[in-house]
């Protein structure tokens, strides 16, 4: 199973950013459950940002809430997090986090390489 991020960067205070995450499994079938997107500052421990279960519903941290929004896309494979009015706050790596599972085996949780967002003037 493989997660590849994309989609971090460089973003003023106020400005926008659109991470995604893509999981495969090298052209297997898979059965993707939550996916979540996670972070971590020198500062914190990695904390939960956005989740998104199979079904669609989200959770979201009380710091980012009424400014990020987690998206999934139709093949169930891919999200998005649509990242606005951006805070220096912000800033850190984030990590993509997708509960899956093979065919006939147990669900694993896996975790992508992380991408770097900083919000900076």
């Known amino acids: 199973v493989q997660l590849q991020a994309s989609g971090g960067g460089l973003a003023q205070p106020g400005g926008s950013l659109r991470p995604s995450c893509v999981v495969s499994a090298s052209g297997k079938r898979l059965n993707v459950y939550d996916m979540a997107w996670y972070r971590q500052t020198p500062e914190s421990q990695r904390e939960m940002v956005a989740v998104i279960t199979s079904r669609g519903s989200t959770n979201y941290a009380d710091s980012v809430k009424d400014r990020f929004s987690l998206l999934r896309g139709a093949d169930g494979n891919t999200i998005y997090l649509q990242m606005n009015g951006l805070k220096s706050e912000d800033t850190g790596v984030y990590y993509c986090?997708?509960?899956?599972?093979?065919?006939?085996?147990?669900?694993?949780?896996?975790w992508g390489q992380g991408t770097l967002v900083t919000v900076s003037s």
């Open positions: 986090n997708v509960v899956a599972a093979l065919p006939w085996q147990e669900r694993i949780t896996y």
